[in-house]
């Protein structure tokens, strides 16, 4: 399944007579749609010169949560650690911003421009304990392909 999304991530990415905003958010539905345990799919940003992540394109359930500061919840932790971070059950997490009830589990992948931690994926899903070295792997090749369109749409 990754593989194909691949394809079409890459050919979504690549279509420059789209804006960047419209790529990264039929990215976002691509994934929410195709995957099954992809319940809720967004890019968060650095806020420019701000220690804080404002939330870009993204694909379900609205969310308060448009800005988040370095080190608050999951999305948070990744803009500080720079590591990949998957949560089986967020309800054994500490430091987790619940986004909605019926969240079980998250997975967020850092995406890198020239070397610096500029964003990241974040995935939410209703299912406990879905997430796998697979969708970790895909979710690298998703942002090291966004990381190409990317470089103008950051302030």
Same mark, same amino acid.
């Given at each position: ?6 394809? !079409? ?36 940003? !650095? ?12 694909? /379900? ?9 370095? /080190? !608050?919840?999951?999305? /948070? ?79």
């Amino acid at each position: 399944m990754f593989s194909e999304l691949e394809l !079409k991530v890459s050919a979504i990415l690549s279509t420059s007579d789209s804006s960047i905003e419209n790529r990264l958010q039929a990215v976002c539905e691509l994934l929410k749609t195709t995957v099954s345990h992809y319940d809720w799919v967004g890019f968060y940003f !650095k806020n420019g010169n701000k220690e804080e992540l404002k939330l870009g394109p993204y694909s /379900g359930a609205p969310t308060d949560h448009t800005i988040i500061p370095f /080190g !608050k919840g999951i999305c /948070g932790q990744v803009a500080v650690s720079n590591q990949n971070f998957v949560v089986p059950d967020v309800s054994a997490q500490d430091n987790y911003i619940a986004c909605s009830l019926t969240v079980k589990s998250e997975i967020v992948v850092p995406l890198f421009l020239n070397g610096e931690n500029v964003g990241q994926i974040d995935i939410d899903s209703n299912t406990t304990d879905p997430f796998s070295e697979q969708d970790e792997r895909f979710l690298e090749f998703v942002n090291q392909n966004v990381a190409k369109i990317i470089d103008g749409y950051l302030e």
